[in-house]
């Protein structure tokens, strides 16, 4: 997992917003409607525990209708009183692409002001403990679940335990996990048994020297203890990165062949005296299994295991064993290494592992698929499961972190009705329980695994080439005006906001942060229209080519509203790109009518306007569209450019063309930018898909074009 390293640097500095449009009346709060159903939530309590549980009637269907008194919830025997009690249910939301394709145009903008209401899952690929023969397997399955059987509304990450970088942070972009998907492979060791019985043939051939050369030994052991060690704290701190996120049922799903390494000593491996010697951090092992049990316990983690072997008989390893020691020779001197039950042996290894995912999934409230060869009924299983439940909390009575299992229990007074919960949970111990303190609520949300609502926003971020081997990043937000509170100050009204963002490789490491305290200072007479149009904010910063999450998060000081959203963002090398295109801004005529406290000083000023973040429009309105395109300059050639605008049936509504020759592109004095204006007047309301394109002469290089979605109203 890339979880954020904790902030190290912030730079703070203070900016006046010089607003002319309007707000509310001073202290005006405007109501919001009451979700469905509990958004994210982030609990510092220590002691809270939270349990989700799926309640059905006789014919397996969802129950809906219950409240706290119809639950008898008890810790260790004793009754707990409820603070939290509240039923999830989770639309399938499906992909909405446009008529005239079967692909959805990608948003180029992100916002909070809708809450979450859709599922979240972690897809973890455990390249320790696959075998690379059924990497294929693994990604198929993987991809299959997220293609299938992923929502619009819902969000997931991938983790590569052993390739940390190669994963992908939370996002419900399909895209964006596939391609995290399509990067592993497995690389578990070979088994156990195989190892030994390598050995014992070396030792074999040792012994026909006349040597003395001993027991075969797993050669491999200390990498397969790294390995089974690395992938138990992979789920453990994934599962203490969740902790704090409450209201929703958090599924792992674990792509795994399971870990081989007996943690039972008693019961060994291989047959017979000349078997495995006890391993000397099998203690060690064991509490680490049972730390990851009970981080995922404590953050209400069910874990899903999914093995890629299917529905087998245990026999299908031994063929990968290979030469077996030679049998002794009537007056012969060499030593009988030979295992008669091999075969046993490595059936007995295949049924750990197996038992390691099932133990995971039982003690998590999760299921384990395996033994099967049916993986939609196994996915339709963890969607039905994460779509309908309640959540439930309350403070534990032990406030003691012992790391000792507490077991809870979950009945409904209402007869006839089924309840599926977890049994329980590890308490932390001392050292988990002491949590860093964050005084900053923006800090924190820049920390959470996902965005959170309350106060409204918008963002986008666009790509354009900068300095040297850097790319200037121009961020546009815009904060909705219902959810700033203003108070008089003399003649004006005013507030301030704390804005800070951070850039996130896929390592983890912060790449780009900075923070300001956003002034807001409003003249009475704008009052009327500031709760619609609200206040901008537009600002850029460079980074260097890779792949990040971008993350903004904002408090308003007044009414103490915050909220936070990330943006999944792609930096291209447009230094060496050819051709090459940045992304795309867009104003519009309107864009004036709100206030703008900060404007970009670099590529986004060569707009009439600031950059908006809306993409609904009416027809009395112009855009203006802006793209930069880069292309080596020599051999001189020409490029084509276009512009077209397709309506949700695919009728070309609007098109420009213009050719331009390869001077004007050059990638090294920032390119060629191409304004485009784009009158809505005869625009049917309705769904639109703008398309920039730049096709060279030179070679036969594929055009390169960027998409947005938008709609007149």
Known sequence: MMMMRALSLTVTFVGVLALTPVAPQAGQTPARPAPQQPGLTFRATANFVEVDAIVTDANGVPVADLSASDFEVSEDGRPQTLTVCSFVHIPIVRPDPPLFRNRIVEPDVVTNEKAFDGRVFMIVLDGHHVSTLRSAAVRSQ????????MGENDIATVVQIGNPSAGQEFTSNRRLLKAAISRFTGTALRSITATLNADAVRRNDEAAANLDPGPPRDTDAPVREFMARESLDSLRRLSEYMVALGGRRKALLFFSEGIGVDLMPQIQLVSGDQGLPPQPNIAEL??????MVSAATRANVSIYTIDPRGLTSGMESTTLIGMTPAQPQAGGGLRDYSNPAIAVDAQNEERRMKESLREYAEQTGGLAMVDKNDMDAAFQRIVEDNSSYYVLGYQSPDPRHDGHFHRVSVRVKRPGLQ????????APTGAAARTEKTPDPVVRMLQAPAAIGGLGMRATASVVKGLLLKNAVVVTIEFNGKDLALKPEG?????????EYVAIDMKGTIQANAREDAQIRLEPKYHATFPQQGVRYVH???LAPGRYQLRIAAQESLGGRRGSVFFDLDVPNLAGASPGMSDVLITSSHAHLTATGKSSPGFGSLLPTPPVTSRTFTPAETLTVL???YDKVEPRHSVDLRATVSSDTGVQVFRRDETRPSTDLDSAKGGYRWPVTLPLASFSPGRYVLTIEARSWLGDAPAVKKEVEFRVR
């Open 286 to 291: 064991r509490n680490v299994q049972r730390a």
């Open 419 to 426: 309840v599926r919960t977890r049994t329980g949970y590890y």
């Open 540 to 542: 850029e910063f460079e």
């Open 142 to 149: 993987a991809e299959t679940f997220v293609d299938r059987y």
């Open 627 to 629: 793209a930069a395109f």
């Open 491 to 499: 003649q004006l009204l005013t507030n301030t906001i704390a804005v």
